[in-house]
T-cell receptor, first 113, second 118 residues
Framework: GQQLNQSPQSMFIQEGEDVSMNCTSS?????WLWYKQDPGEGPVLLIA?????ELTSNGRLTAQFGITRKDSFLNISASIPSDVGIYFC?????????????FGKGTKLSVKP | GAVVSQHPSWVICKSGTSVKIECRSL??????MFWYRQFPKQSLMLMAT?????????EQGVEKDKFLINHASLTLSTLTVTSAHPEDSSFYIC??????????????FGPGTRLTVL
């Protein structure tokens, strides 16, 4: 079946640094989503991408839908302590049902003040 | 954004008992609700999709007789774990979405329910 490779698995950075994480898939997607999950909570949608090449920002977060439709990245600029959490990418394939989101394994972000 | 709640937030039960988890959309009508489970340090795995007033569609490998899903109203779906065993211990998360202008909106997730079966 389809797989999503999300990297890096974890990051430990200094406050103020920029962060970059990405996801790649074995097949094309028509939707890429980025979520953040805090411990013991459900995921919160950060950014949704629907077109190849689309670049979207949400505050200090920027995400892009890769031209090949097989990858996406998320950047966080000037990280702050509250950025700590697990970031998941999720994708939906063409023809897939709305519920058929495939999730990456997550990137755990730790920020040192 | 839309708010989805879950109850209880955590539950501990004895092996062999049944546990019901509720998922509610608080400020919108959710035509479709989804149930996921998440093991520690793992990603979310879709268990089933439920549409209001109809039977749930289960993902391959998910036992429908063990994980009973009811979506009786546009704001409430329930997941009942029947005859729970320790291997059912997990974090169960629901999400909800609604149809708008002919398409299904993105899912909003609940805060999750931590189930521990002793």
């Amino acid at each position: 079946g389809q797989q999503l490779n999300q990297s890096p698995q974890s990051m430990f950075i200094q406050e103020g640094e920029d962060v970059s994480m990405n996801c790649t898939s074995s097949s094309i997607f028509n939707t890429w989503l980025w979520y953040k999950q805090d411990p013991g909570e459900g995921p919160v949608l950060l950014i949704a991408l629907y077109k190849a090449g689309e670049l979207t920002s949400n505050g200090r977060l920027t995400a892009q839908f890769g031209i090949t439709r097989k990858d996406s990245f998320l950047n966080i600029s000037a990280s702050i302590p509250s950025d700590v959490g697990i970031y998941f990418c999720a994708g939906r394939s063409p023809g897939g049902s709305q519920g058929n989101l495939i999730f990456g394994k997550g990137t755990k972000l730790s920020v040192k003040p | 954004g839309a708010v989805v709640s879950q109850h209880p937030s955590w539950v501990i039960c004895k092996s062999g008992t049944s546990v019901k988890i509720e998922c509610r959309s608080l400020d919108f009508q959710a035509t479709t609700m989804f149930w996921y489970r998440q093991f520690p340090k793992q990603s979310l795995m879709l268990m089933a999709t439920s549409n209001e007033g109809s039977k749930a569609t289960y993902e391959q490998g998910v036992e429908k007789d063990k994980f009973l899903i009811n979506h009786a109203s546009l704001t409430l779906s329930t997941l009942t774990v029947t005859s729970a065993h320790p291997e059912d211990s997990s974090f169960y998360i629901c999400s909800a979405s609604q149809w708008t202008s002919g398409s299904l909106n993105e899912q909003f997730f609940g805060p999750g329910t931590r189930l521990t079966v002793l």
